[in-house]
């Protein structure tokens, strides 16, 4: 059996609450795994992290460099292609540092490559198989990845359920001298926080959310009506900030806020992994959308198949009386 | 500066209600509409954009079948100077990995100092950029929604988590996926693509790019799709029937009784 490695996401000495998730998805490649956590960093934070994945992982290799402070995935792509053993299956969270480090590092490991794992089947032989998604999510497919060469995957966020068992005691082991050349062409500068906005949509408690159902920006005004006649503030998903039809402060999702309303209406939002990944806090959740297929409809509380150009509006005028 | 832009032909989730076929090896491709990926649209207009700056061309290329031609054409009419078709029966079936190899062959036969894709395209696996990049040795930056110019090095800007930006500055050559938002892309308008209906777009075959065909295709393919199929769910919502008005009645209830609505 393969040996299993989990790239471990970390800030301020907190392992990611990903980590956990790592944990349980290599269990479910195999149930008796010794997976070892991989930890990259610098000074007392790393410390602090190498102990919080001790408690999730039987081993735990920490590489302490000056150049791995801040998580360039360039740098980070070097490292690993230097330590991780020919053969290995890598689980990595499909997070923004994943979608940047991990499919180049496959080609640098000659393995496999699996993107936005949800879930893991079973594993025969050298086949792995695990579940993905395609066209917005609209699609579920079953995905064999031959692991005879090893194996990089990237799992969803908040797919895989930490298993609820004892806290282990893993053993951590200093790595870095292990580490050679980490110069790279990519030099990380700084991070430039996002711009607060006019209103913030994260203290609502009642948010009227808008998707790409609402087709134009002159229909803007409509979402404003409802939410103005609720007492609700207007949020919206990606592709309306894309559009520059709403600031980006009103964006919900894990590239934009993350709210915690009591109420959230979905309006002609298909519902895709990164908007839902901005919700928290299990809001009583109404969907309305013409497609009833949307994946909006899964999480849903309440679905209503309606074109919202057409529902809002009636909505508003029967709560305004 | 030479920028070479690697688009993809894609039913558009926007305007398809995507449905599985009953055998699970296909969703249901008849009466879908098709469009350039949304990523890589943008990924041209910043091409453009920086071209008109700094002068050089915009090469779009395209790995597909005959069909894929109109993407390309019109990502021509919305600016770019060349397409590329690369098409052979034996890039079928290739798998990201595949892709990126036969990707790698078309950037060797050019002189290129930027390389751009979208940042992910129907299948979501955001993946092809990278491993061009590796497979090239070129740096790579993901997500991008920034590009200032510079001499041999370019600033760009990531977008990362919560909607903060990571700052890098890369060498060129260097590989970039772009990320939507980045920029406002140009309207196509019909007008537009019958000025490039007669320009002439190459088609490079495997062997025209040297790429082996036993290391593309889905011999060569260590992901492959078994099926696609639906999912048990959960119950999922209570979908609300009747009439608008009762939808509306229903949903006003409900509200109330939420705290949504005082």
């Not at chain 1, 890598?90 to 540092?97: I, K, M």
């Not at chain 1, 031959?146 to 966020?157: C, N, Q, S, Y």
């Not at chain 1, 013409?290 to 909505?315: H, R, S, T, W, Y």
Request: net charge negative.
């Amino acid at each position: 059996m393969a040996q299993i490695f989990a790239y471990i996401t970390h800030k301020g000495g907190a392992v990611d609450d990903t980590a956990a998730e790592l944990a349980a998805a290599a269990q479910k490649i195999d149930a008796a795994a010794q997976v070892t956590a991989i930890v990259v960093g610098a000074g007392a934070d790393l410390d602090a992290a190498c102990q919080g994945a001790a408690k999730l992982f039987a081993q735990v290799w920490k590489f302490d460099n000056a150049a791995l402070a801040y998580p360039n995935g360039e740098v980070v792509r070097k490292l690993l292609s230097q330590v991780v053993p020919a053969g290995s299956i890598l689980l990595v969270p499909h997070d923004t540092f994943g979608m940047d480090m991990a499919p180049g590092l496959s080609i640098k490991l000659d393995a496999a490559y699996a993107a936005d794992v949800v879930a893991i089947e079973s594993l025969s032989g050298t086949e792995l198989k695990v579940v993905r998604q395609e066209f917005a999510g609209m699609a579920h497919t079953h995905i064999a990845v031959d692991i005879a060469k090893g194996a990089v995957l990237t799992l969803r966020p908040g797919s895989f359920q930490p298993e609820k068992g004892a806290e282990l005691a893993g053993t951590v082991s200093d790595k870095s001298g292990d580490a050679g050349d980490l110069g790279t062409k990519r030099r990380y500068l700084e991070t430039v926080e996002a711009e607060m906005g006019d209103v913030d949509i994260t203290k609502a408690d009642v948010l009227v959310s808008v998707g790409r159902g609402i087709e134009d920006q002159d229909n803007i005004g409509v979402a404003e009506e409802l939410a103005e006649a609720m007492g609700a503030v207007v949020s919206c998903s990606r592709p309306i900030v894309d559009a520059k039809w709403l600031e980006k402060s009103r964006q919900v999702g894990t590239s934009g806020k993350t709210v915690k309303p009591k109420v959230y209406l979905a309006m002609g939002i298909s519902g895709s992994f990164q908007h839902l990944g901005g919700i928290k806090g299990s809001p009583f959740i109404v969907a309305v959308n013409k497609n009833p297929k949307a994946p909006i409809f899964q999480v849903a509380d309440i679905g209503i198949v309606e074109n919202i150009l057409e529902f809002m509006p009636a909505l508003t005028e029967k709560i305004s009386g | 500066m030479e920028i070479l832009v690697c688009v993809k032909r894609v039913p558009d989730t926007a305007e398809n209600e995507i449905a599985i076929k009953s055998d699970g090896t296909d969703i249901q491709r008849d009466d879908l509409v098709y469009s350039v990926n949304e990523w890589d649209n943008y990924a041209v207009e910043e091409a453009i954009q920086i071209r008109d700056k700094v002068g050089g061309s915009v090469t779009v290329v395209t790995v597909g079948d005959s069909e894929a031609e109109e993407v390309l054409r019109r990502q021509m009419a919305m600016g770019a100077d060349n397409g590329i078709l690369l098409a052979d029966d034996a890039f079928e079936g290739s798998d990201g990995r595949g892709i990126a190899a036969i990707l790698k062959a078309v950037v060797a036969k050019g002189k290129y100092d930027l390389v751009l894709t979208g940042a992910q395209a129907d299948d979501g696996a955001a993946q092809v950029g990278g491993m061009l990049a590796a497979m090239l040795d070129w740096p790579y930056a993901s997500l991008v929604n920034k590009i200032d110019t510079g001499d041999k090095s370019l600033k760009i800007g990531r977008e990362i988590e919560g909607g903060n930006q990571e700052m890098n500055e890369i060498d060129l050559p260097c590989v970039l996926s772009i990320q939507t938002g980045i920029n406002e892309p140009r309207y196509v308008g019909i007008r537009g693509i019958r000025k490039v209906a007669s320009i002439e777009i190459p088609t490079y075959a495997a062997a025209d790019l040297g790429v082996a065909a036993d290391a593309v295709g889905p011999a060569a393919a260590r992901v492959k799709r078994v099926d696609y199929f639906t999912p048990e769910m959960g119950a999922g919502a209570e979908i609300l029937e009747g009439s608008m008005e009762e939808k509306i009645d229903k949903l006003i209830e409900l509200l109330k009784a939420k705290g949504g609505l005082k």
